[in-house]
């Protein structure tokens, strides 16, 4: 059974940063990307980041490069997203998926595992 697990989530004032952490487990192929998904009540779920399976390539949604950084140890089977400067309008659910296959991907229907989200909530 496959199982994403996100953490690190929290309050955190405006300016400041969080490193989200996302445990997979369950995953019997060596080879998907991974992504980072974020979305707020009445909003439709939004791209964050992504990274392939060898860590060598990884997308960003426009607005969030240079603040945000996704990374994965492979052997860890663990996925990070290191974010900082945060800003009040980062504040939302945010999701950790996994994607068969080695490719990166901004399309949330792309993916085929879903974690149960942290929330990540930034103060003026």
């Known amino acids: 059974q496959v199982q994403l697990v996100e953490s690190g989530g929290g309050l955190v004032q405006a300016g400041g940063s969080l490193r989200l952490s996302c445990a997979a487990s369950g995953l019997t192929r060596s080879n998907y990307a991974m992504g980072w998904f974020r979305q707020v009540p009445g909003k439709e779920r939004e791209f964050v980041a992504s990274?392939?399976?060898?860590?060598?390539?990884?997308d960003y949604a426009n607005s969030l490069k240079g603040r945000f950084t996704i990374s994965r140890d492979n052997v860890k089977n663990t996925v990070y997203l290191q974010m900082n400067s945060l800003k009040p309008e980062d504040t939302a659910e945010y999701y950790c998926a996994a994607k068969l296959g080695p490719y990166v991907s901004r399309r949330w229907n792309e993916y085929d595992y879903w974690g149960q989200g942290t929330q990540v909530t930034v103060s003026s």
């Open positions: 990274i392939a399976w060898s860590g060598a390539y990884t």
